[in-house]
């Protein structure tokens, strides 16, 4: 298992595809996370796509969700209900991500999303994805964020694992656009083993 330092991932939102994964596992890529559903009825086939050829290649993939405000507990089932025929709830998967950049969506919803995904999916650990403003103005990961929830802070600041905003929970920074996708880091003292299955 890689420390820290060492474990470099990227992220894909909707529509956004990868076309060599092995190729990207050679330049030490580890951990990947792919948009996959979106609302309560959403599904992109292409990412699913992405995330099998992910997989083949050695990297550690995920499914994230992008959530619309309302009905957060058909929003978590809609995602496991796609993402277990695909594989994304096996051990040694990037755990399941929450993006929660749309407007109207609170600390309530992610609450009750993450509540409902544990319920339909039997997998604790869960990731939550939001930018730097975000997580200083809006959202208060102290009323949701146990043990098993690792926040995800996009920041396009250069310094890959110090985004320049502390949280306990807190272990994954997106530091600059990737050539597809988002550039990630672990942020320390987290390590590769702490955002997987």
């Known amino acids: 298992m890689t ?3 060492d474990a470099r991932g990227i992220n894909l939102s909707l529509h956004e595809t990868i076309d060599d994964w092995a190729n ?24 699913a796509r992405q995330l099998t050829a992910a997989f083949q290649a050695g990297v550690h993939a995920g499914i994230r969700h992008y959530a619309r405000p309302g009905a957060a507990q058909e929003q978590a089932k809609h995602l ?12 040694g998967a990037l755990a399941p991500a929450l993006d929660v950049g ?10 009750s999303w993450i509540k409902a995904l544990r319920h339909a999916s039997g997998t604790r650990r ?15 990961p102290d009323k949701w964020a146990d043990s098993e929830v690792v926040l995800w802070l996009v920041r396009h600041n250069g310094i ?6 502390f949280h306990a929970r807190l272990g994954l920074h997106q530091h600059g656009p990737a050539p597809r996708g988002g550039a990630d880091a672990l942020v320390y003292p987290f390590t590769l083993a702490d955002v997987l299955l």
Do not use: C, Q
Request: a neutral charge; proline letters at 6%; charged letters at 20%.
């Open 160 to 165: 890959p694992g110090r985004p320049g905003w």
């Open 80 to 91: 496991v209900r796609t993402g277990m025929p695909l594989g994304a709830f096996a051990p």
């Open 126 to 140: 869960v990731l939550v994805y939001a930018g730097y403003e975000d997580w200083v103005h809006r959202f208060r």
């Open 102 to 111: 749309a407007a109207g969506v609170d600390d309530r919803f992610i609450k």
């Open 3 to 5: 420390e820290h330092g």
């Open 24 to 47: 990207l596992r050679a330049h030490s890529v580890h951990f990947a996370s792919i948009t996959v559903t979106e609302s309560i009825n959403w599904f992109d086939s292409t990412a």
